[in-house]
């Protein structure tokens, strides 16, 4: 189906006479200043290849953007798309598996965390190369843990902790709510982490790493907890609605409007800077602790396009390379929150010291290596995941207008799988 | 006029006034807190710090994006003025069999909504490489029904006279349109190139998709990736983006405004 | 100086009706030749067929001899002056003069002269560098006259270029034109509504209405001997009386009853009982004791300043007498009138043409007053 | 002509040159002055629409090219889609909120600031000052206008002893704060229509009008609102054909959200077609929403057109 | 019918420069009082101050001895007729003409009959379902005339109701207006810079000048008697003729050396030396025999039907004779004129004042004549 012709583009340089490789992101605030300085740095480091890295919005945003540019001259060389977006991408038709490039360049794999890697692996082959990946934890504010007489170092586990600690948390003035004791951001992420930390699937044929997924199993038991649990405290008044920007959610925490929420690793390293009280991590809440499978992998990872010329595949993969290298990964680690996708990075002296300074940071790597990994927490492999995560959001919205939570989640696996009906006829 | 009268026709002016522009005197005022001032929900900054402003520009290119802004519209400005000034042109001065049924067409044009042609127009944009520069940025834009028919509106008002004493004295039709029609209509131009430009400056969903690169993005996408990027971080940083982005167009209003008004105005109804 | 020839024309602007028809007259060279009608009756039309602005949708317009039907209107080799003088109101009056000089291959040096000389002539040698809507009426006009001087061409056409203008100024415009018509020796042919225009300016005139010729010919020879009522209304201010009367022996009888005698009987009436009889203003005079045709009541005076109008009931009609001076008369007041009846014309009532009038056998010339 | 042909020969052939450079008929001349226009709404308005009308048909891959033939399945699914009727609604709420109001809040800034008194072209000039106004500009604005916990609104709110509302986040007010900010928006340009449409009326109506001693509600009924009737037939046509084509300030203040209370047709068209990529959906959609505003334009003439007065 | 009284009225705009001043008149109830002059020359100022729609910035203005200077236009009790009628165009005649009768306190049934009436006396009755746009401009005049009439307001003010009608329109209405006028006992203020109308319309005008009352009185009076040469060229059509004269011996001598003398030595000339001399065009005749007074060079000739325009160089200026009937001469011919010294009007070089002139003996009564 596919236009993309197999012509190669002309390889574009610069002035100096680089290959200039575009590299499309979408890293904001602190996460792009880190970027930015990581690819300047490899700039200068070598003489052959400019990385031009241009921010495109927020994840979706940018993969808007990359599929109405796919297959033309305007494409970048290197695209980093979200998790989610991983078989659109194959399915896309528009890029080249890295492993072309691994298997030219015999470079070993193995230094790669599995639970990474294994994300990108669709039947034994690597599709895109593993950069920033995070995982959701439970964010507090230990200070206001101290006031409400609960246990800074001790956050809730489970369901009925966290509802618990939530209460206690919750302020009021008159009939004002001064702080709301937890949030969770309207985003379909967070729902597909708690589903999964259950071991729950998000749709049939294993997660549709056995086949085309034809149909959304979200609504299950696993998924019913996740919205019970908002729905139940959104009536209790504990829950914050802080609406769909990440933004907004970290300033409400920042500014003790919310005592608890779910932020990714990424979030971690700029919150703790910024917030005028002491931040606590801990694992994602599950309903029972017997419950607890561990966390499928967030973030995004970066992906060649096809039809670039070859001197500019290499030259990104050169990149691609240097981006995987322990010293880049150990920077990367501190500086965002995100995991090293090579472990020797964690050796590395600025790691140790880092973490003696933000044990936080640990935590959310920890929570992944305890994850036992199951169709479930590797992940869903949809085409049409995004458009799914809007009608889960649209579900979580409508809790808070008082939609039974079962009859919310029904009408977003319905309409995701209309969604699914109409993708696997293209 | 009544004292009495005069008087309440002050208040209510100065009351709608303040209310109207509000949240433009918001912004500029935001524009210069630091960001505890913003969170504490100031109304008025302590000092006019200009440090906002610094880090806008920083952050963004916004300078490059407000000369391509600047580029472009006064690139559509020019393009529609010239496409829309030959056609209205021809639907007064050149008499042809189906010239009102042409009319009608052009006119009908106004009610197709311009996002139910986005996706085959963006499909002809890339086909004809026109992303990622000034083409696609300006070229589709460039017939205008609405400029066609304000500016028919204005050729109405010449004489006919004025064309015949040419076809007497053998001038050209194209020398009239260029030395007579043109010149004659002036104020008509410049309120129409005065809404084009603030119309191109202002348009934010075409470039969204069809820039994708920092060299010719223009000044609302950066205002909207500044948003993205800086919100929690920093609402006084943004809010000087937008003064920066606003400044030209209300400058610009506030000097055509008179034109503008009668402009507008006579093509509209007439 | 070219002749200007219409054989047969007609023209339609919709396929079916005709606006105006069977036009055949012969503009001679160096005529100052006037189309005079009421609004709406053609003239602008067969002007702009003159001029090759309007298609002749029937017969042939000859120009110079040439059969010009087809030609655009540069090559008419014509000037045209258009009523609201369309000055282009972007260029100086130099600009404006000179506008599409150019296009006759005339070198940049004689424009200069022409434009100099036109302007000279027109007294607009200080107004060059203005715009036209810093000029007045009259000085626009000027304008607009001096761009169509500079042509040379040696014909012009004018589309009323004083309607615009105030009553003096139209006087005074109107002579103004006449000489440097006469001066350059152009064939004029310049259309109307005004009758005084046409009367003061005309050699010859055609007298439109409804799309069809009434009468051509010399302003004197229209006025003193009309054709028809229409014509007859139409040339002279105030208009001529015009009422139904019957005869009755040698009587003419208005239907009040009221009558005045024929000098004698017509012959060419061919045995009609009932016509029009039309009487100017100026031919019904006061009384003298012994020669009073009948009385009146006055409906209203006019006193213009050397004038003086009456108005008052003649049948079912309104008349009107001018008389000399300023006369002291009061509404309602019975005046007795005389009529001479040498100053009669009688018209047909069911065709309006002229059956009878009385050739003037007045001729003041200068020197014949002093004989 | 034979009254010509006895004549000199060469007048003849002189006045026959030129005939043959008339012979560019007014159509083409016409047509060629207009081809610019023709070319460019071709290419750019009536080509894509009706690609828009022929791939409403199909089920497209992810970058718009046909891959299916589904007849009328699109539509017949956007009928019974609770999410599309939501769309449907939203337009049609948002439509009514914006129009009307803000063009009854422009006609009164227009009748204030046609008074003729000193200063009066100052207060023009701020009223007509949101056309300057960038949609990326005005709604960044309002987005922190509308915050919850700094913005401003809410502080006022406060004052007068109302709760914290979630203006964005509540689908029973994000709708309305959109309203709120699209009308703000859209004033300067209603106001400056109708201001340029009272200056237009004669000034000589109301000088009788005040010798007869009528008062200035009769005046405003019976002489500026029937004069007016030409400006406002044509704004309140071009303010819904705006509406219904509203884009700008959604995509920022709140991407169709909360629970799709803000998803216009277009906004659901643009996520249909780039995010989801449901390309086919999309020009349903946007064929759809062509016929709406044909209906509603063709609606307003025959009800509206009745009541005008034309000079 | 009430009176209007301005007591040194004056009128400014921007506060410094006076548009009018020191206007002192008393305008008598049920008169028909023109205000005339030039374009700009302050006429609609001075009305509408009189209609308050224009604050009075000087003197004071007495309304039926009230004084009204702070009145609002509805309560002064009077009508008021614009130049384009400002009719209402979305309303209907009958509409319009009732506009604004309800502030009144008229009953309906009133009103219809008041609407009825006017419609009637004006022909309008077929009309009250029409809209403005389908009528002819005469008709509109009319609706705009109704309107006036049915608010049976004792004062009327109109600002050159007739300026948009053709000639012969405006010479029917001007009467049509004149008898309404006297029929219903209205007091009338009409404002006009035709001095055409102004001759025949009033009962007594006054002529404007830069702000400035020129003159005030009888139409005939000032004919015969203006005051100075701004009046007597602003009334008289064709206007008086003026050229700068020295008085030698009994000699008036014009820059070109000829001359005219003057019945007697005039003692009011205060011993001038140069002074302007004017002549009516109807009182220079043609000379007999004994009586040259010069010979001139026609310059050009306008035969109206009934009489003809000579014009001439007068020393610097083009002078213009009307002389009765049609005269048959050419342009270039040379013409004995006479101008009787009992027609000369001396205007003061300075000041343009009058300084002589005869007071005209003729009185033409119809009684008179039959003496
Ligand atoms: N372009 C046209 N299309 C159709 N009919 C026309 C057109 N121009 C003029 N007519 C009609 O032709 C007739 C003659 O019009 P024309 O303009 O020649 O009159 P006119 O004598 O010049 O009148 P006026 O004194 O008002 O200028 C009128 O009945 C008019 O309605
Ligand atoms: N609103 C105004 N503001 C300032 N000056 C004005 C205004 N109206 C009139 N004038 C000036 O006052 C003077 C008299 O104007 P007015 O309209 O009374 O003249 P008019 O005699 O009625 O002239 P016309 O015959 O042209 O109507 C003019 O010089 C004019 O420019
Ligand atoms: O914010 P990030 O980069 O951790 O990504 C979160 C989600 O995985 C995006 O799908
Ligand atoms: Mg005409
Ligand atoms: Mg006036």
């Known amino acids: 189906n596919s236009t993309g012709s197999s012509e190669a583009q002309e390889t574009k340089k610069t002035a100096s006479g680089k290959t200039e490789v575009v590299f499309w992101h979408a890293m904001s605030g602190d996460l792009e200043k880190s970027l930015n300085k990581i690819v300047d740095e490899y700039n200068k480091s070598q003489d052959k290849v400019e990385v031009k890295p241009v921010f495109q919005g927020t994840y979706e945003e940018a993969q808007t953007k990359f599929n109405t540019v796919a297959g033309t001259k305007d494409a970048p060389a290197i695209m980093q798309t979200f998790e989610v977006g991983t078989k659109f991408m194959i399915d896309s038709g528009k890029i080249q598996p890295v492993q072309k490039f691994i298997d030219q360049d015999h470079y070993d794999t193995s230094q790669w965390e599995k639970n990474i890697s294994s994300y990108y692996q669709v039947d034994g082959k690597q599709y895109s190369m593993p950069f920033n990946s995070s995982t959701p934890v439970l964010v507090y504010n230990k200070d206001a843990f101290k006031k409400a007489g609960l246990d800074p170092e001790n956050p809730p586990k489970t369901y009925d902790e966290l509802k618990a600690a939530a209460k206690k948390l919750t302020e009021k003035q008159g009939n004002k709510t001064s702080q709301y004791g937890f949030s969770i951001l309207n985003y379909g992420w967070f729902f597909e982490e708690l589903v999964a930390s259950q071991g729950g699937l998000y749709v049939d044929h294993e997660n549709g790493r056995k086949g085309d997924a034809e149909k959304a199993v979200f609504n299950g038991k696993e998924g019913q907890n996740a919205f019970n649990l908002i729905n139940d405290m959104y009536k209790e008044g504990t829950f914050y609605n802080v609406g769909q920007n990440w933004d907004d959610m970290r300033a409400a925490f920042q500014s003790k409007k919310i005592a608890m929420f779910l932020d990714s690793s990424a979030g971690i390293k700029t919150l703790v800077d910024n917030a005028p009280f002491e931040v606590g991590v801990s694992d994602l809440p599950v309903p029972k602790e017997e419950d607890r499978q561990g966390v499928a992998i967030g973030g995004a990872s970066l992906w060649m396009s096809k039809g670039i010329s070859d001197e500019t595949s290499k030259a990104a993969w050169d990149f691609m390379k240097y981006l995987a290298t322990p010293e880049v990964q150990a920077k990367w680690h501190v500086e965002s929150g995100y995991f090293a996708v090579n472990p020797k990075a964690y050796d590395q002296e600025i790691v140790k010291k880092e973490w003696r300074k933000y044990p936080q940071l640990k935590v959310t790597v920890d929570q992944l290596h305890k994850t036992k990994s199951t169709p479930a927490t590797q992940g869903a492999l949809i085409s049409v995941f995004p458009e799914s995560r809007q009608k889960v959001v649209t579900g979580m919205e409508s809790l808070y207008q008082g939609v039974k939570p079962k009859e919310a989640l029904d009408q977003a696996a319905k309409e995701t799988n209309r969604a699914l009906e109409v993708g696997n006829q293209k | 006029m009544s004292i009495t009268r005069k008087w309440t026709t002050y208040l209510l002016l100065i009351a709608a006034t303040l209310v109207l522009m509000f949240p433009i005197l918001y912004a500029f005022s935001i524009s210069f807190m630091s960001g505890a001032e913003v969170l504490e929900g100031k109304i008025w900054p302590s000092s006019f710090s200009l440090e906002n402003y610094r880090d806008a520009f920083e952050k963004v290119p916004l300078l490059h994006y407000l000369i391509n802004s600047f580029a472009v519209s006064i690139f559509v400005m020019a393009g529609q003025l010239l496409v829309s000034s030959l056609a209205a042109f021809a639907f007064v001065f050149i008499k042809f069999k189906g010239r009102d049924a042409i009319f009608f067409l052009f006119i009908s044009t106004m009610m197709i909504p311009w996002e139910a042609t986005m996706v085959p127009n963006f499909l002809t944009a890339q086909k004809l490489g026109w992303i990622n520069n000034y083409l696609g940025l300006t070229i589709p834009f460039f017939a205008l029904a609405f400029g066609t028919f304000l500016l028919r509106q204005q050729f109405k008002t010449i004489p006919n006279e004025l064309y015949e004493a040419s076809q007497v004295a053998g001038i050209s039709r194209f020398r009239f349109f260029w030395n007579v029609v043109l010149p004659v209509s002036k104020t008509s131009l410049v309120t129409l190139g005065v809404y084009s430009f603030l119309t191109t400056w202002n348009m934010y969903l075409w470039p969204l998709l069809v820039t994708n690169t920092e060299d010719v993005r223009t000044v609302q996408i950066g205002l909207k990736q500044m948003q993205t990027q800086e919100i929690s971080t920093d609402w006084g940083v943004v809010m000087a983006a937008v003064v920066v982005v606003i400044l030209p167009t209300l400058l610009l209003l506030f000097l055509g405004q008179k034109r503008l008004q009668k402009g507008l105005t006579q093509g509209a109804i007439k | 100086m070219k002749k200007v020839e219409l054989v047969n024309i007609g023209k339609s602007y919709d396929q079916k009706t005709n606006v105006i028809q069977d036009i055949n007259v012969t503009i001679e060279p160096g005529e100052f030749f006037v189309l005079v009608g009421p609004s709406g009756c053609g003239k602008s039309t067969m002007l702009r067929m003159i001029a090759g602005l309007e298609e002749v949708t029937q017969g042939e317009l000859l120009i110079g001899d040439v059969k010009a039907n087809k030609l655009l209107p540069s090559q008419r080799d014509l000037s045209m002056v258009f009523q609201n003088y369309a000055l282009y109101p972007h260029l100086t009056v130099e600009q404006n003069i000179l506008f599409g000089l150019h296009t006759k291959k005339i070198s940049k040096q004689e424009q200069q002269k022409r434009c100099r000389e036109a302007a000279e002539m027109l007294g607009l040698s200080e107004y060059l560098k203005r715009k036209p809507r810093q000029l007045s009426g009259g000085q626009r006009q000027r304008v607009a006259l001096a761009r169509a001087i500079v042509t040379h061409s040696p014909i012009c056409l004018m589309d009323e270029p004083l309607s615009n203008l105030d009553a003096k100024l139209r006087a005074k415009m109107r002579s103004e034109i006449r000489q440097i018509q006469r001066k350059l020796g152009i064939t004029m042919i310049y259309v109307t509504h005004d009758q005084t225009e046409a009367m003061t300016m005309a050699d010859r005139m055609m007298i439109l209405n409804g799309g069809n010729i009434q009468q051509i010919g010399r302003p004197l020879d229209i006025y003193n001997a009309p054709k028809n009522t229409f014509v007859a209304s139409f040339i002279g201010s105030p208009p001529m009386n015009l009422s139904n009367v019957s005869i009755e022996n040698n009587l003419l009888v208005f239907e009040d009853r009221r009558a005045i005698s024929m000098s004698t009987p017509h012959s060419n009436l061919n045995g009609k009982k009932e016509v029009v009889v039309g009487v100017r203003p100026e031919h019904i005079q006061l009384a003298t004791n012994d020669n009073t045709s009948f009385i009146v009541e006055v409906d209203n005076v006019e006193i213009l300043g050397t004038e003086t109008l009456l108005t008052f009931h003649m049948g079912d009609k309104q008349w009107m007498a001018k008389w000399n001076g300023q006369w002291n008369i009061k509404v309602g007041e019975r005046v007795p009138i005389f009529i001479d009846p040498k100053h009669l014309f009688l018209f047909d009532n069911d065709t309006d043409s002229c059956l009878h009038y009385e050739p003037s056998t007045e001729d003041l010339t200068v020197k014949g007053a002093f004989v | ?311």
């Open chain 4, 1 to 311: 002509m034979s009254a010509v042909t006895k004549t000199a020969n060469s007048p003849v052939s002189v006045s026959s040159n030129p005939k043959e450079k008339k012979s560019m008929p007014n159509l083409l001349v016409g047509l060629s002055y207009l081809l610019p226009s023709l070319l460019l709404f071709g290419v750019f308005l009536f080509y894509p629409m009706i690609k828009t009308l022929y791939l409403s048909l199909f089920i497209t891959d992810t970058q718009g090219n046909p891959l299916k033939f589904v007849g009328l399945q699109n539509f017949s699914y956007l009928f019974t889609d609770p999410n599309f009727l939501q769309s449907m609604k939203a337009t049609f709420l948002f439509v009514l909120y914006t129009v009307p109001i803000g063009l009854i809040i422009a006609l009164f800034l227009a009748l204030i600031a046609n008074e003729k008194l000193k200063g009066i072209g100052f207060f023009r000039t701020m009223f007509s000052s949101t056309m300057g106004m960038s949609v990326a500009a005005s709604s960044v604005i309002w987005m922190f206008m509308y915050n919850s916990t700094i913005g401003v609104i809410n502080k006022v709110l406060n004052l007068v002893g109302i709760h914290d509302v979630q203006w964005l986040l509540d689908p029973k007010y994000a709708l309305i704060a959109v309203s709120i900010s699209t009308i703000w928006m859209n004033i300067g340009f209603t106001f400056l229509i109708l201001l340029g449409g009272l200056q237009n009326i004669d000034e000589k109506l109301y000088e009788n009008a005040r010798i007869a001693g009528v008062s200035y509600w009769y005046q405003l009924r019976k002489i500026t609102l029937p004069m007016l009737s030409p400006t406002l037939f044509f704004i309140i046509t071009v303010s819904f054909i705006n509406a219904f084509q509203t884009f700008g300030q959604i995509d920022i203040l709140t991407k169709g959200g909360p629970t799709d209370s803000t998803n216009v047709i277009v906004y659901s068209i643009y996520k249909d077609a780039f995010v989801n990529y449901n390309v086919g959906s999309a020009s349903a959609q946007a064929t759809i929403l062509f016929f709406c505003i044909l209906l509603v334009t063709a609606l307003q003439f025959k009800l509206g057109e009745r009541k005008v007065h034309y000079q």
